[in-house]
Each structure stands twice: as structure tokens, then as C-alpha cells.
């Protein structure tokens, strides 16, 4: 048997823009999800996956990728998970060229699914690369990203960037820009996330930004001030930049901008109540600055605040289902056996 993990992420900045080729910031956090794959005789594909989530939120089956698991979340999301996993294997599979190798494999995860925090990604990083070690051809971590964004394009019909399953083959915090993605300095940054129990689906939410951009001008605008967020964001985060504000001001203008970049998201139509009272709990703690991470639509929040004010109040947030602190991991995909 083999086994690989991988981190889940929040966005400090740029979801959605970066599809269209402007600059994102993602950081890998220390929530993982760990696959285990097992070369079976015949080509099958036999998945078990436990607790996809965070409490209250399992997902729990048994089956070939064809039955539909008997779990307790929305239909289209295990659907989009499975999609990950049977794009994971096909990729497998190609890149040993092995294409009737069929695997028995355990997804555990605590990253929530379809909340913003890289599931999708991780899970497909984590299963190409226990798949390819099992099949005694191990691949490079830029052939990992590359085939694991190859696979999350496969499932959201070509609408993807690499900004995911980069920083989760990867780890801790990545600047992507189209097919430039690098790894970046980072400060310790005090990442507060609040969980409001939901999902969005990512391919739709997607659709919907390329709607309102092939539709509207000032949506395809907001698209390029998000860019525009991106580049002013990444000097502060830069600690070798010569801006002389210290570390404490170069993390509140972070936040500063994170807000200014939640606002846009809002205006592109992918946020939701629940979020938006999550940002707003946090802003009124005294966070530095919040927003939603990832494709949006329901999920988690990220905020960055050094007291202990906004994982308090967004406790006691009605629609936060769960509020914790994220530290940074730099550890990307991790061979744990
Ligand atoms: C989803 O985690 C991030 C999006 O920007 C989609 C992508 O980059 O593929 C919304």
C-alpha cells in the first residue's frame, strides 16, 4: 500500500481572476487530506472515503466509482469529488502508462469539500501521486502539479488555473499566474478561518464570473482590479521588499487589501449571506482584513487578525459552524508510506 497526503489552502488574495490569467496568492494550511492506494488484480476502482469534512459533514461509502455512495451532503458535491478522483486515477494511469490498472483507495481528509480550502486539490494531489508510487513510477513535483491540474480542468471543463494543486503539490505560500507558479517568502501570518458548515460548487461558480465577464465590461474590470490587488498585496508580503513599514503594518495593509478584494468578489456575485456575516464578524473584532477564500458560494472565510477577538466572535456568529486558527504548513505533498 501506498500513501501520499497533501495540504488544503486559503486564497490571502486573487481567486477567480487568476482563471484568467491574473496573479493569485494561495497558502497552504495544515489541514490534509491523505490517500491510500492499493494495486488491485483486475481493473477496477473500488473508493472508501471517511469524514471528507469537518464535523458534521461526513462523507462516508463504499463502491465503484460508478454506484452512488449512500452520504449525508448535497448529491452534485460527492459527484464533483468523485469527478476528482476518477480524474486522478485516468492521470495515474497515463503517466505509468498502465491504463487498465485498477486500485482500491481510502481518502481521509479534514479539509471540508467545496468550502474553499483545496479539498478538490488536495485529494487529487495526494491520489495521483500515491497512485503513480504505487505503480513504481514516481513522479517530480512539477509533473504532480502539472498532472493534477490537468485532472481539476478535466472536471471543471477546462475552466481552471493551476493555483490550487500547485500550492498543494508545493506547499506553504505560492504566487500563479497563468502558467508561472513559483513559491514566495511569506510572513508568519495570523490566519483566523470561520467554516459556515456549506459548499459552493466550484465549476458553476466559475460559469457564473465568465457570464458576467463575457457580458459585462466593468465585470471583466473587476476581474483586472482583483489583478491589480494582487500585485499591490505581494510587496507587503515580500519580506526583503524596501517598503519601511514593519511587519506588524505590512500585515494590516495585507488585511486592508483582502477586504478590498472580498468587496470585488462580492460584486462578482460568488459570495453569500453567510460568508458576508462571517467577513463582517471578523472586520468588527478588529480583524486586519477578511474575505472569502476560494470559488465561494458558501464555505469558509479567511481573516487575519493576531488577538484571539475573531475566532471569538465568530463563534458566536450565527450561520459560523466552526471557527479555527490556520497555521501556514510549508510542507506540500508528504510520502507517508
Ligand atoms: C477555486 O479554489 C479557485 C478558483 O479560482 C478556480 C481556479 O482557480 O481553478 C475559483
Redesign the pocket.
Known sequence: MTVSSAPGKVYLFG??A??YGEPAIPCAIERRATISVESRDDDHVRVQASDLSLDGFTVEYTGTTDDRPDVDVPASLVDAAMGYIDAAVEQAREAADAPDAGFDITVESDIPLGA?L?SSAAVTVAGIDAATRELGQPLSTEELADRAYRA?AAV?KGE??R??TFCSAVGGAVRVEGDDCRSIDAPDLPIVVGFDGGAGD?GE??AGVRALKDRYDFAADTIATIGDIVRQGEGFLDPESDSDLDMEARIEEIGRLMDFNHGLLESLGVSSRSLDSMVWAAREAGAHGAKLT??GGGGCIVALDPTPETLTALRFTPGCEEAFRAELDDDGVRREA
Open positions: 481567486e477567480h487568476v482563471v474553499g483545496g481539476e471543471q481552471a488555473s493555483a490550487d466550484t461558480l466559475v476560494g470559488a
